[in-house]
């Protein structure tokens, strides 16, 4: 690779990157480079092929907050996106509650649904006729809005399993979109009717590739796109110089930079970063994640897309069935199940694989172990960065930074905060117009 000077260099053509890159093309053709580090664009949102069976290294759908954003994909994509209405669940004491867990508590046990029921009830009142302070983090949170009883019974322990660390570490600038809010009469009428909620949550409803797994987006966005160079990590930024040189030897000069490579990568490639600036990014905290996808021999027992695991038990805090969310991703008769892990031990994996072998039989996922005909491994250092109650403006701080060196650092891991895959999309395309106004 000769070196050549660009307008805009964008490292990394995961969604955030190849959407930067065409919301670039759209406004400016020609006057930037896309570079990737693995030989196929995606990143997080890749989807395997082996012996037939196709799924995704992690699960992702799609749930379009934003209509302009779903206009878009679905221009890009054409007729490939089908809508689907959600089936999700907890696993719950031996039982399957409906998802979210604060609206149906008709489900559960007499035990847990009186130990919920009333800490939610005491908690409305007090919300409602008494006085509450401002909750300092999401253990807080979770008590003022849910109660003591859904905060022992879900809230608490789920989480904890998902982000390895106490909820009372945990920020309140994540929540919205993530964790249903419940009224009064919706807590009511599931318990006095057995009517569920499944419209509560900011997914009820998703879209999904009619075939292909959730890669068919990216190579969507790809085939969109003319310089996209892959096979291309970068080893080393020159801040002063404003170039980024490769493990292949080539070297790219820019005006600006977009980054959507982990934060910490990205600071610890870049020449000349002060030391206050490496501390702050050494306080970052984020959890690793291992998708075991397990190939079987037979088709699913149950038409659910996913289920959450709140108990100690399960080694996963969450089991994916890639094949009831598309049919087309397994051979006619077959099955597909993910275990999502997260913060795996080095060295874990083997045990893991088992012990998700197990409770796959316990649940009943699977009748015998010669059902399943293989285990796909994928391991992920970076999956989700944690909000912790530092986080906000110590991320603040690093990306004011790396503006001033004229770096803009972007999407889940680049801006360091947890979101879906259409928001990564949403972000792009409106911060390009940003950054080209102020770098300009």
């Known amino acids: 690779m000769e070196e050549q000077r660009l307008r805009t260099v964008i490292l990394g053509a995961g969604i955030s990157g190849l959407s930067a890159a065409y919301a670039l093309q759209q406004i400016s053709p020609g006057s930037y480079s896309l570079y990737e580090q693995a030989p196929a664009v995606g990143g997080l949102c890749r989807t395997q092929k082996i012996d037939g069976y196709q799924f995704d290294a992690v699960s992702h759908v799609l749930h379009f907050r934003s209509e302009e954003t779903k206009s878009l994909v679905q221009n890009i994509v054409g007729e490939e996106l089908v809508r689907q209405e959600r089936s999700a669940w907890i696993y719950f004491q031996r039982s399957y509650v409906?998802?979210?867990?604060?609206?149906?508590?008709?489900?559960?046990?007499?035990?847990?649904?009186?130990?919920?029921?009333?800490?939610?009830?005491?908690?409305?009142?007090?919300?409602?006729?008494?006085s509450a302070h401002e909750p300092a983090n999401f253990d807080e949170w979770v008590e003022q809005n849910f109660g003591g009883g859904i905060a022992r019974q879900f809230m608490r322990p789920y989480n904890r399993k998902l982000w390895g660390v106490e909820p009372t570490r945990l920020s309140l600038d994540w929540i919205k979109p993530f964790v249903p809010q419940t009224q009064l009469r919706q807590v009511i009428s599931n318990v006095l009717s057995s009517r569920n909620h499944h419209e509560v949550g900011y997914n009820p409803w998703f879209f999904y590739p009619a075939r292909g797994g959730i890669q068919t987006v990216c190579e969507a966005f790809h085939s969109r796109l003319t310089d996209v160079y892959l096979n291309q990590e970068a080893a080393e930024i020159d801040l002063d110089n404003r170039a980024v040189l490769f493990h292949s030897g080539g070297r790219v000069s820019y005006d600006r930079l977009i980054s959507t490579i982990p934060l910490p990568s990205?600071?610890?490639?870049?020449?000349?970063?002060?030391?206050?600036?490496?501390?702050?990014?050494?306080?970052?905290?984020?959890?690793?994640?291992?998708?075991?996808?397990?190939?079987?021999?037979?088709?699913?027992?149950?038409p659910f897309h996913w289920v959450y695991f709140p108990e100690d038990e399960f080694p996963f805090f969450r089991l994916v069935f890639p094949s009831n969310i598309s049919a087309?991703?397994?051979?006619?008769?077959t099955g597909?199940?993910?275990?999502?892990?997260?913060?795996?031990?080095?060295?874990?994996?083997?045990?893991?694989?088992?012990?998700?072998?197990?409770?796959l039989l316990k649940l009943g996922w699977i009748e015998k172990p010669a059902d399943i005909v293989r285990v796909a491994r994928n391991?992920?250092?970076?999956?989700?960065?944690?909000?912790?109650?530092?986080?906000?403006?110590?991320?603040?701080?690093?990306?004011?930074?790396?503006?001033?060196?004229?770096?803009?650092?972007?999407?889940?891991?680049?801006?360091?905060?947890?979101?879906s895959m259409d928001d990564a999309i949403t972000e792009a395309f409106h911060i390009v117009p940003a950054i080209l106004a102020s770098s300009s």
């Open 379 to 419: 391991f992920f250092p970076y999956a989700y960065p944690v909000h912790d109650l530092e986080r906000r403006d110590r991320v603040r701080r690093l990306l004011h930074y790396l503006q001033t060196r004229g770096i803009w650092s972007i999407g889940r891991f680049g801006a360091w905060h947890y979101s």
């Open 266 to 302: 990205l600071v610890q490639r870049a020449k000349g970063i002060p030391e206050p600036v490496k501390q702050e990014v050494s306080g970052l905290r984020w959890t690793s994640l291992l998708n075991l996808t397990y190939c079987l021999r037979r088709p699913l027992p149950r």
């Open 336 to 359: 597909l199940i993910a275990a999502e892990i997260s913060n795996p031990k080095p060295g874990e994996e083997e045990g893991l694989e088992q012990q998700v072998r197990s409770c």
């Open 328 to 333: 087309g991703l397994a051979p006619p008769g």
């Open 98 to 130: 409906p998802y979210p867990f604060q609206t149906h508590l008709n489900a559960l046990p007499s035990g847990a649904k009186i130990d919920c029921l009333s800490g939610y009830l005491k908690t409305w009142a007090k919300r409602t006729f008494g």
